[in-house]
């Protein structure tokens, strides 16, 4: 049954993609980025809702210019960061029992170990954190491991007998691949049958994919050929971006087995259902291997396991809130789904004039429309400002210069220059002078 439904029963079927995020909406929660796959767009925006649910304020993104900009940089608020003093604080773990758990882990790392304590800190979509916060509780708690794994592999884990974040059986080392290739994490576990094994695993969350690749060395290709894993061990499709990285951790899986360090191994490639990518990668890699599951069980097999699987197993486990708060952290989709349809008008808007007049300002009475109005005994104008505005007067000196402007006009033939003479007082006033002039010339 799917996670979904287990989680919160009154939810519809689980989403078969990633809901398609608009633009707009990403950008107005501080979530927008170019180049996201949708996956990685929907993720991102999760993120940044979440990041508001607990009251962080938004971190920031330096954005380094290119082309005609390159020199350049500016700094945007990004949602899907925090703020320094909170990434220290610890705001991007579920709980404070895994935040003290990551710092333990971070002091006592192995040497060599490439934590990148940036963005396990600040940045919500690293997969390093996703790691401690889907796992811290199981390392602090190994009968919760047990009980998950032995679920999720029955065939392969009867008890966990410890846990390792970012580890490797020697980095440089020439026994093995002399680089740096290490695990996401590692499970020492009791098979059914009594023998010590591990599980390696390499876990993906927004990646495309996409690399970077590690650079081709000779002994990778004499790895591969050795390990007996691949169907054909030359074949240039185990180089390529997305697909090397799982031929470099299988192979070093392998070498363990080989070298004696457990009786059996695992490799498991975990990531979100959603994430097309992590999903294609998987089943292009399994095809490569003479059997994903292992010839024999000396041979280290291939699983991909989806996160909801883990979720899942979780519920069963008795750890159904931790399996819900990474849930709403991590893989809540329905939820941006629902603020990406409540944000997106479902009709565009008119682009035209209003229909209905309503919507224009109703236009202002002239000065005659309104006398004519009173005139003819209808309804005074609905303003009682212009209603009651009181016929202003003209001072004994503007009335002097008005008559004097207009004994000058009749001297002369009226001209439109003439007008603005007229314009000195009221018109009420000029009225009346006008009565008194035509009369003392009559």
């Known amino acids: 049954m799917p996670l979904i439904l287990r989680l919160y029963p009154d939810q519809p079927m689980p989403l078969a993609h990633a809901p398609f995020i608009p633009d707009a909406v990403r950008r107005q929660h ?9 996956f990685a767009a929907a993720a991102r925006l999760l993120a940044s809702l979440w990041r508001a649910d607990q009251n962080l304020p938004a971190g920031i993104q ?6 005609d ?13 925090l703020r320094r003093e909170d990434a220290l604080a610890g705001g991007t773990f579920l709980t404070p029992e895994i935040a003290a758990f990551v710092r333990r882990a971070l002091i006592l790392r192995e040497p060599g170990a490439m934590w990148d304590e940036v963005k396990i800190l600040g940045h919500l979509l690293s997969s ?7 796992f811290g509780p199981m390392a602090l708690n190994l009968d919760l491991a047990s009980r998950v794994w032995s679920q999720l592999l029955p065939d392969f884990v009867h008890q966990v007998t410890g846990l390792k974040f970012e580890t490797s059986p020697g980095r440089g080392d020439e026994r093995h691949l002399q680089d740096g290739t290490a695990f996401d994490l590692q499970l020492e576990v009791i ?19 996409v690399g970077p690749s590690a650079s081709v060395r000779t002994r990778y290709g004499d790895v591969a050929r050795a390990t007996a894993l691949y169907k054909f061990p030359d074949d240039p ?28 191994g695992l490799f498991i490639l975990m990531g979100p259902s959603l994430n097309r990518r992590v999903a294609a990668s998987a089943k292009v890699y399994a095809n490569t291997l003479v059997v994903p599951l292992g010839v024999t069980p000396d041979r ?13 197993a979780l519920v069963h486990a008795g750890a159904a809130d931790h399996a819900r708060a990474v849930h709403a952290r991590y893989l809540d989709f329905d939820r941006v789904a629902a603020v990406a349809l409540n944000n997106v008008p479902l009709a565009p808007k008119p682009s035209g004039p209003p229909s209905s007049p309503l919507a224009l300002p109703s236009p202002r009475p002239s000065a005659t429309s309104s006398a004519a109005s009173v005139n003819d005994g209808d309804t005074p104008a609905a303003n009682p400002v212009h209603a009651e505005e009181p016929t202003p007067t003209a001072s ?10 207009l004994r000058r006009s009749r001297q002369r033939t009226l001209s439109p220059s003439a007008a603005p003479a007229a314009q000195c007082c009221p018109r009420s006033t000029r009225k009346g002078i006008l009565n008194a002039s035509s009369g003392g010339n009559s």
């Open 30 to 38: 501080a979530a927008f980025i170019t180049g996201d796959t949708r």
């Open 62 to 67: 330096v954005e380094r210019g290119s082309g």
């Open 69 to 81: 900009k390159a020199g350049k940089t500016r700094k945007l608020r990004a949602g899907w960061r």
């Open 128 to 134: 390093q954190g996703l790691a401690l916060n889907l």
């Open 191 to 209: 098979t059914p049958d009594g023998e010590p094994a591990f599980a390696a695993i390499e876990l993906k969350f927004i990646e495309q994919m």
């Open 237 to 264: 499709l185990l180089y390529r971006p997305g697909i090397e990285q799982l031929r470099r951790e299988h192979t070093l899986a392998q070498l363990m087995v080989d070298q004696g360090h457990a009786s059996r």
């Open 300 to 312: 280290v097999g291939f699983v991909h396991l989806p996160l909801e699987t883990i979720l899942d």
């Open 396 to 405: 004994p000196t503007q009335t002097q210069a008005c008559r004097s402007s």
